[in-house]
Every structure is written in C-alpha cells, then in structure tokens.
C-alpha cells in the first residue's frame, strides 16, 4: 500500500514530484529562551492552520509540497522536529499544524552556529526523495553566526547545491539582523530576509514568508 501522502516518506522511496522541498529551521540556541522558541513553534502550526497556505499550495503545478521541521543551535547541533512529509490539502496542512504543535521543542542552549545548520540542512535537501526544481531551505533566529562553518561558506554550499535560503530575522536583541541575514546567509534566485520585532507578529510575518516561499 502507498504511503499516504502526509506521512514522511522513507529514504529509498522513489522521488516522488513536489513543487517545492522546503526546510524550516527554528534557531533553539542560547538568545533564544523557552519562551521565544514556543512563539516561533506556534506561529509555524498557526501559518499551516490559515487557509493562505493550502490556497498557495494549491496553485502550484503539481498542487503538493514537501515540508520539513528542524531546531538548530551550535556547530553539528541540528535536531528534526518534523521529518519530511508531502503536503497537498488543506486536511493535511492542518494535520502539519498538530504536529508541530506536538512537537517536543527543546531550547538547546549554546552557540548559534548558522553556517554549520545551512550545511547540515541541505544535505537533508539533498538526501530528500523529491523531484523538484524549487529547494529552500527558511532559517528563523534572533542571532548572527558565531561558531562552526562560517555562513559565508556555507551559502556558497547552498547555492553550488541549487538550495534557495531564506531568513525571518527576529529583531529582540540585533536591530541589524536584516542587513546581516542579506550580507552573509541568504542565497539564490529570489532570495529575500524578513523582519518581525514582537511575538505578537511574528506568526503574521511567518505566514507571510511560507506563502512567499510556496507561490
């Protein structure tokens, strides 16, 4: 029997077509308290909840995307929230919702190693078993690099791979998060950084990048 197509596919599957493989990464590091890593897990289910999402899925060519959860902190710390699973209905988009709402984030504590995760996530892009053209991978922090690969490096990684990354930069510490994420970390056609400065917005702003992302 086929694997029911919101359920994560295994590893030797045949690649199955998707419009976009995306991978959002949730910084769990040491700026990022109990209490700001919640808000950025709510605010991702609250995104998959809204109707936006399986609209913008839905005008795709292939009407389905593959989507993965990580939490990351320090060099070689990057944990799946969420392992990869196809989502093609509004069903299945509030089925991501729960999960992530189930999910057993933990913050991590430690350096914010922003380089070491884009390497790390992309090989999980690259290891995924999906066919598609459009691959990105959306880092959310309230951090710059300071350990591990130099993210420098690691968007050059990025784009020899044909990854797409994107940043949601949390402006509680850094008012220069912006200029940092576009300088040093985002790559590819398209590429772009946003801004959110309170939790109460941040599952706006969430919302607005995934349909970005997925159109």
Known sequence: MAAPAAMALPAHAAAEPVDLALVL???????????TLDF??????????????????ANGARRRIAVMLAQFAGPDAVTTLVPWRVLASADECQAMAATIDAAPGVAMGGSTALGGAVAALVRQVDAAPFATDRRTIDVVSNGFSNAGLDPISARAYAAAAGVTVNALAILDEYDWLERYYADNVIVGDGAFVRTVDSPESFADAFLAKLVSEIV
Not at 25 to 35: L, T
Not at 40 to 57: D, E, K, T
């Open 25 to 35: 990464a949730v910084d769990a590091s040491a700026s990022i308290s109990r209490g």
């Open 40 to 57: 950025q897990l709510r605010g991702h289910a609250a995104a998959f909840r809204h109707p936006a999402v399986p609209q913008a899925i």
